[in-house]
């Protein structure tokens, strides 16, 4: 007899399962080890091999001294870091998942970063490249950023949000209604138009 697992929200089992036996079957530290391996993946590749890509592309190498640009480019990548790992650790604790769309979390995350924003992970990864395209005062990062927002918009609008409205029905429409895609709410509690 197998092992019931969830998978995008629903369980393997016959009949389906009571969710949080299938999610008590999995040990914290799998978990945080896939996490783990997933995010250095997409981070590495997205945030860093195509960036340093692009800029060595176009010629641009690092700048010869720091300026206000270059402070300002490692505060906002920082905090845009700083923002990814928390929606990371969040991932592993509360939603006992990982960031990725094919081992996603196998409950809803509304806490953490999630409670003011929906999707907190995609801007702190937006922000990372906005701080290195200050940093190395690259317009051709600034268009990479701007194409990585475009596609993870759609990515979001046209893949997670079903995704995740069929796997949470009413629990992810309610938290839909509190807590808005892009802009942050401030009043988490509170309905947002």
Known sequence: MSTPVRVWGRC???GGCAAERC???EPPTFIAFRALVYSSLFIGFLLVFLPARFLAWSGITQPASIGAAQVAGIVIGAMGAALALWCIVTFIVIGRGTPAPFDPPRRLVTAG???FVRNP???GA????AGAALFYQSSVLLWYCAAFGLITHLFVVVYEEPTLRS???AEYTDYCKRVKRWWPTLRPNARVS
């Open 121 to 123: 992970m995609y801007i």
């Open 126 to 129: 937006a922000l990372a490249l």
């Open 113 to 115: 970063p999630y409670r």
């Open 167 to 169: 796997s949470f029905s």
């Open 23 to 25: 999610l008590r079957q």
């Open 12 to 14: 393997s089992a016959a």
